[in-house]
Nanobody
Framework: QVQLVESGGGLVQPGGSLRLSCAAS????????TDWYRQAPGNERELVAT???????NYADSVKARFTISRDDAKNTAYLQMNSLKPEDTGDYYC??????????????WGQGTQVTVSS
């Protein structure tokens, strides 16, 4: 019903930047929140950043002051700007969204993930 497509991952040197995008499509009436998660090899998936419909944001301590989450409601797209990247930021990044369909049904959706590698 709702599809999320992430993009923007890739290989970057330590100290570099990347911007991830998460585009939602479907019969969406409103989006309550969008989260970015990441999963490093051998580790559990962890919550990195959250943005709510009201614009409130929250970040994991490990990324505060380096990552910025934002959203463009007109495009149903969320972004994760990642600066000062470190090797420990390496992993697969997933977006998660929940909201309301035009039918007034609640939805949740996960993206397929985009890989981020921070290495020299």
């Amino acid at each position: 019903q709702v599809q999320l497509v992430e993009s923007g991952g890739g290989l970057v040197q330590p100290g570099g930047s990347l911007r991830l995008s998460c585009a939602a499509s479907g019969n969406i009436r409103s989006i309550y929140r969008t989260d970015w998660y990441r999963q490093a090899p051998g580790n559990e998936r962890e919550l990195v950043a959250t943005i709510t419909s009201g614009g409130s944001t929250n970040y994991a301590d490990s990324v505060k002051a380096r990552f910025t989450i934002s959203r463009d409601d007109a495009k149903n797209t969320a972004y994760l700007q990642m600066n000062s990247l470190k090797p420990e930021d390496t992993g697969d990044y997933y977006c998660y969204t929940e909201g309301l369909l035009e039918s007034r049904s609640h939805f949740i959706s996960w993206g397929q993930g985009t890989q981020v590698t921070v290495s020299s």
